[in-house]
């Protein structure tokens, strides 16, 4: 199937983990790992060049690093995509 595929990060305020912890599709980490967890995103195959963009990650994930967050994957298929339209 052909479709985008995304990795979300959320925060969890409140949630105290000492580890990775799988729930389901949905893979929590603990505070502290949001930084490292991006920077090997941002060693993948996409670059962002655009002015501030670096900035702007860089203050996304000292945000994040400090609380514990939900990793979660997601992906839109064609078919996903015409059910929801």
Known sequence: MNGMSETL???VPGLNVSQPWDVGRVRFHP???AAEL???ARAGPQCHTAPGHQQTVNQAAADLDHCAFAEVAVSLGEKSLRRSL
């Open 31 to 33: 505070a502290g790992a």
């Open 38 to 40: 991006i920077e090997a």
């Open 9 to 11: 990060l959320l925060p």
